[in-house]
């Protein structure tokens, strides 16, 4: 074939040089603009993973490359007057213009045809007389942007300012300085990529870039400054620029997220950066871009595919490679993005949550990178959750946790599940079994279900209640078993169901009215839920003192089984979520219009609650953080208002849920996919908060607590299947503090047992 390869970074290159390794019949000539030796940026990080891959790939270039590496395995994090030092994280890195210098060797070696100083131009007839035009133009790509309807382009542009620098400083360490000035925190990303060099990238808000001028400064004056900023680190060294020797690059630049629905187009194909890129900060650029190379001609020489089939696969594999690293990518580019979320934590947090930004390193991974440094975590998490009485070195979800004079055992929580199996609301031995067993299995609080305030707030007919003398009863008698024969605590969650009342059981369909027998239903305005629900009543002040009162009644009989709290479900489109969304909320009275008027109902609701409940015992709210519906629903921004709203009425914790409030809703789902929203809500408002949603192993819960994005994490369809979920964790984790109940003690000693000789004999396998 005849090849020609706009671009000679390292996807070009690198491209070339792999299909001329699997037949050198091809013609390949790689046209770039720049002379060689002449390149931006300076240094790049390789994983383990892309070493295998490259020396698989090509062992000739791989070796050098390899034999040039600089190794280093801490990271320095100096954050207000401290330094963090985590081992183990084992990284690899080169320079960026040696790393293309052995590239392009190698491509002459094999005789690829290397043209510099040559400008490509897109609408050149040229590019006709080539079988492929290989678009490894970086992420300005004019290949891709010439076309940008035929690769379906989509460009984000984030937020912070960046600047690429280098310095002959050598940094022993992966080194974070986070510096505080008076116009914001700026901040630098320095690692050493050749034994007399190291990459030096400066970041910061626009807000803070403004402040120091940096919009009106020359290049040279930029890089004087931070070097100013910077020079408690940099010991004399100066910082040093190479942007100014290319075609019109900034010093200064807004990272550009690039994503293409087609990475072919005609005889053109999107390689590396043309295609995709991927936040500097996961330093992963460049072993995306070879790893495209090596799978591109993998599929163009084989026999087997015809071109349209190799081009399908090569897009199909590759594609889920990027949107995995993205994804992380996304996270690492919004922590950096929202880092004065963070600046409140004290060092060693702070730390930990840069580590685990991603969301690809969790607690146990800390643990096998570097065990005493983690230890030190789990000890400094202990401390400040006992006010300083334990020196424990134990996994934070066992901590303890306090909301005023209740403290939970541990973390973990049985989130509040509908079992949609009373009868006239009445718990029964279902529901006796079925908390107690989830008590007995060693959460630190068990949730009950949304338990509703009349029979009309009910969902269903078989959704339990608190209105009437038997509700009474047969909740305490639960309440007291839960506390004679565990030390779970038991929170009642109160919720009235709107519009969404008079449906099925859950399991006969989710949201569908009843075939007969329905009962009219309220909201806050006359929007039904979807086409086939009832069309609620809009609430009249009347309804609306009488669902109070009703509210403030059940709490008095919570009080009078014996609950250690109280939580107000204000979520997921019920009755005063209905309030809170502007999608169910048309009101035009003081109830309606702005947040402010919508939250009214539900605060004073929450208010008089609180007032009826006693006070050394906690509150909760759940919440919905988002509607899913963009800037048409409540927003994440919204959420940490709203947490605030509720917690100046005396809430002690906000459970941060999300959707369902809208039947259009487009949900993101995912690991832990909630738990950002909980993050928001925590660290903006500086509120307790719990996550919940698809937390389901312990190392998420870990992670979540240690970076401080929940105080408590909730689980609900995994406690469905195991009510024993947190024994287990105990059991996996080796922590034998647990409270376990006495009868049971054998069969978690067993179980620990079992799973320690299982770990040792993966481990030996590994080995
Ligand atoms: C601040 C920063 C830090 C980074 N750190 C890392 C890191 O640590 N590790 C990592 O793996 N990645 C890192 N990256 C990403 C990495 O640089 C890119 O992902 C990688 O360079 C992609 O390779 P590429 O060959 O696709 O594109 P590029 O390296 O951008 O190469 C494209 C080439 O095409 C040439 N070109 C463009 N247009 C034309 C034209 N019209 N005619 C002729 N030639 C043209 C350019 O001059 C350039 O040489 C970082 C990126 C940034 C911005
Ligand atoms: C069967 C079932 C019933 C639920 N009922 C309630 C409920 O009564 N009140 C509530 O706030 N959330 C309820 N939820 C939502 C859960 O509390 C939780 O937020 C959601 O399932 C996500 O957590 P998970 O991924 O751990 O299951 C219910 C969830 C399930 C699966």
Redesign the pocket.
Same mark, same amino acid.
């Not at 970086?138 to 290949?143: Q, V």
């Not at 390689?271 to 043309?274: E, K, M, P, S, V």
């Not at 330093?283 to 871009?289: D, E, P, Q, R």
């Given at each position: 074939m005849k090849i020609a390869c706009? *671009? *000679?970074?390292?996807?070009?290159l690198y491209f070339a040089i792999s299909m001329k390794l699997r037949d050198p019949a091809h013609e390949i000539e790689v046209?770039? #603009? /720049?002379p060689p030796g002449v %390149?931006f940026?300076w $240094?790049?990080? =390789?994983s383990d993973l892309t070493v295998e891959n490259i020396t698989a790939n090509d062992p000739v270039s791989a070796e050098i490359i390899t034999g040039e590496f600089a190794h280093w395995d801490d990271i320095d994090v100096h954050f207000k007057g401290e330094t963090i030092t985590s081992g183990g994280h084992g990284f690899i *890195?080169i320079g #960026?213009k040696r790393l293309l210098e052995v590239l392009q060797n190698r491509a002459r070696e094999l005789g690829v045809v290397l043209r510099f100083e !040559?400008?490509?131009?897109a609408g050149d007839s040229k590019w006709r007389d080539y079988d492929l035009v290989i678009a490894? +133009?970086?992420? /300005?790509?004019? =290949?891709r942007d010439a076309n940008p309807q035929a690769f379906g382009v989509d460009i984000d542009v984030r937020r912070n300012k960046?600047v690429?620098l280098g310095t002959s400083k050598v940094f022993d360490a992966f080194t974070f300085a986070f510096e505080e000035t008076e116009h914001g925190w700026i901040w630098a990303h320095a690692y050493r990529f050749a034994p007399d060099c190291s !990459?030096f990238?400066v970041e910061c808000s626009e807000d803070t870039w403004r402040g120091f001028g940096f919009d009106k400064m020359s290049q040279d004056e930029s890089i004087a400054a931070c070097g100013r900023l910077f020079a408690r680190y940099l010991d004399g060294h100066e910082l040093q620029s190479n942007a100014s020797h290319?075609v019109g690059s900034a010093a200064w630049?807004n990272?550009r997220r690039i994503k293409c629905e087609r990475w072919a187009s005609g005889n053109v194909i999107l390689?590396? +950066?043309?295609a995709h %890129?991927?936040h500097?900060s996961i330093?992963? $650029? !460049?072993?995306?871009?070879l790893e495209d190379a090596i799978k591109l001609a993998d599929v163009l020489n084989r026999r087997d595919l015809s071109l349209e089939a190799a081009l399908d696969e090569y897009q199909a594999e590759r594609s889920l490679e990027v949107l995995k690293l993205q994804n992380s990518a996304r996270n690492s580019t919004e922590w950096f993005e929202t880092l004065e979320r963070y600046t409140h934590f004290e060092p060693l947090q702070f730390a930990y949550s840069l580590l685990t930004r991603s969301q690809r390193i969790s607690h146990e991974n800390l643990r096998l990178r570097d065990r005493e440094w983690l230890e030190t975590v789990e000890r400094w998490f202990w401390k400040r959750a006992t006010d300083g009485r334990s020196n424990k070195t134990a996994p934070p979800m066992f901590a303890p946790f306090r909301l005023r004079e209740m403290e939970v055992e541990n973390r973990v929580t049985v989130s509040p599940m509908a079992m949609y199996s009373a009868v006239d609301g009445v718990p029964n031995d279902f529901h006796f079994v079925h908390y107690g067993e989830r008590a007995l299995g060693g959460a630190g609080l068990v949730f009950t279900e949304m338990t509703c305030v009349s029979p009309e707030g009910r969902i269903s007919p078989g959704c339990t209640g608190m209105w009437n003398a038997d509700h009474v009863a047969a909740w305490k008698r639960i309440v007291d078993f839960v506390h004679a024969n565990s030390k779970a605590k038991i929170c009642l969650q109160l919720g009235h169901s709107g519009g969404k009342g008079s449906t099925r059981l859950g399991w006969e369909g989710n949201d569908v009215p009843l075939d007969e027998g329905n009962w009219p239903v309220m909201s806050a305005s006359d929007v039904p839920w979807s086409p086939v629900n009832q069309v609620p009543n809009p609430m009249t002040r009347a309804d609306m003192d009488m669902v109070r009162n009703q509210f403030v009644a059940a709490v008095r009989m919570g009080l009078e089984c014996g609950f250690d709290m109280i939580e107000l479900h204000a979520a997921h489109g019920y009755l005063l979520s209905s309030f809170i969304t502007p999608l169910q909320n048309k009101r035009t009275d003081e109830f309606g219009g702005p947040l402010e008027n919508r939250l009214r109902y539900p605060l004073e609701v929450f208010a008089a609650m609180r007032e009826a409940w006693p006070s050394d015992r906690p509150m909760s709210v759940r919440i919905s953080a988002t509607d899913w519906a963009g800037e048409n629903g409540i927003t994440p921004e919204d959420a940490v208002l709203i947490g605030e709203a509720f917690a100046q009425e005396g809430a002690d914790l906000i459970d941060v849920s999300a959707g369902q409030t809208w039947a259009e809703q487009q949900p993101v789902y995912g690991r832990m996919f909630q738990t950002p929203f909980s993050d928001r809500v925590r660290n903006e408002g500086k509120l307790a908060t719990m996550a919940v949603g698809n937390i389901y192993e312990p190392d998420h819960a870990n992670s979540i607590l240690a970076a401080g994005r929940a105080d408590l994490v909730a689980l609900a369809r995994p406690h469905l299947v195991d009510p024993f979920w947190t024994l287990r964790a105990a059991a996996q984790l080796d922590y034998r503090d647990v409270h376990c109940p006495p009868q049971y003690l054998n069969g978690l000693s067993q179980l620990a047992r079992n799973l320690k000789r299982e770990a040792e004999a993966a481990a030996a396998l590994r080995v």
């Open positions: 706009i *671009g *000679g970074g390292a996807a070009g046209f770039e #603009r /720049n %390149t940026g $240094g790049v990080v =390789f *890195g #960026r !040559t400008e490509c131009d490894a +133009d970086g992420a /300005n790509s004019r =290949f960046f690429w !990459t990238i290319l630049l990272f390689l590396g +950066d043309a %890129t991927a500097f330093g992963s $650029g !460049t072993k995306l871009a």
